[in-house]
């Protein structure tokens, strides 16, 4: 009945009442621990260069302009994965960790390309926006695990004035300048500007038009 009922809530109640109030534990900070969190990372740490050298790959890797650095989205990005972090600036990127990660990318294409017996190359001569010229080349071949590799060596300022011979020149000081031989050259693939056209000549490499 609802008496019989109403006495067993209650019982219940006063039993729930008497036990002791919980909440969640809480862990106190130690002052050691504290002092580490605030402390920045020092620029010989290994935990520092993992993460420049990352924002040094995600620049080069999806060509983000190096101002991206200097945005406070990008700062509070960096706080938030790890606040001992400190963003070095500009110039270290541009003077400092950018060019070796590229001289360090170039050791490492040089001693592949050493056991590449034949390939094949692209080029263009083209402007950009502000209409400088720029020479590119880049390289195809199968390696020794039958995987097609593609490698853009050069991509140069060519002020130069492109007649075929100064193009014939520049190409073939590419090739020299990563140490490939003219006559392990399959093929070269250009557009069909009459200077370029005749360059590939003048060298006596074979053209294909794409």
Known sequence: NHVTEYEQ?????????KRPATSPSTKQVSITQAYTNATQYEKDSRRWKEITDAICY??????????????????????????????PSRPYFSQT??????????????????????FAATSDLWSRRTMDPYL?????????EWKLRN?????????????SEMIAQGLRDMLSA???????????????????VKAAQLNGW???QY
């Not at 809530?9 to 009442?17: A, G, L, P, W």
């Not at 490698?151 to 004035?161: H, K, S």
């Open 9 to 17: 809530c209650m019982s219940e109640k006063r039993e729930t009442d």
């Open 58 to 87: 995600y620049i080069a890797k999806d060509m983000a302009p190096i101002a991206t650095l200097e945005r406070s989205g990008f700062i509070h990005l960096i706080k938030t994965l790890d606040r001992r972090c400190t963003v």
């Open 97 to 118: 960790a950018l060019p070796n990660m590229y001289k360090t990318c170039c050791k490492k294409v040089a001693a592949e390309l050493k056991s590449v017996q034949h």
């Open 136 to 144: 590119s080349l880049t390289l195809h071949y199968i390696d020794d």
């Open 151 to 163: 490698r853009c060596l050069e991509t140069a300022y060519f002020p130069v004035d492109h007649t």
């Open 178 to 196: 990563w140490e490939l031989t003219e006559e392990n050259l399959v093929a070269i693939t250009t557009d069909n500007s009459t200077n370029v």
């Open 206 to 208: 074979t053209r294909q």
